[in-house]
């Protein structure tokens, strides 16, 4: 599998998943940053569902506005 840091970035190759365990410091990021969002769940440092669906609601209708434009 190819090493997406060292691919040109329009190659197709460069965006294939890698498997579990293949890139050590990206699996101890990952396992870190999960383990830092379940501490902030813990702690009741959560967004309203309907909050998240009314960001990207205006954020979609901005993007169209912006799209129907050019």
């Known amino acids: 599998m ?3 840091k060292s691919a040109a970035p329009h190659r197709s190759e460069d965006f294939l998943f890698k498997d579990a365990g293949e890139d050590p410091d990206y699996d101890s990021w990952f ?4 383990k830092i969002a379940l501490q902030a769940v813990a702690r ?4 309203e569902h309907e909050a998240v669906r009314a960001r990207w609601s205006k954020k979609r209708a901005e993007l169209l506005r912006r799209a129907n434009q050019a």
């Open 2 to 4: 190819p090493n997406a």
């Open 31 to 34: 396992r870190e940053q999960v």
């Open 44 to 47: 009741g440092e959560t967004v």
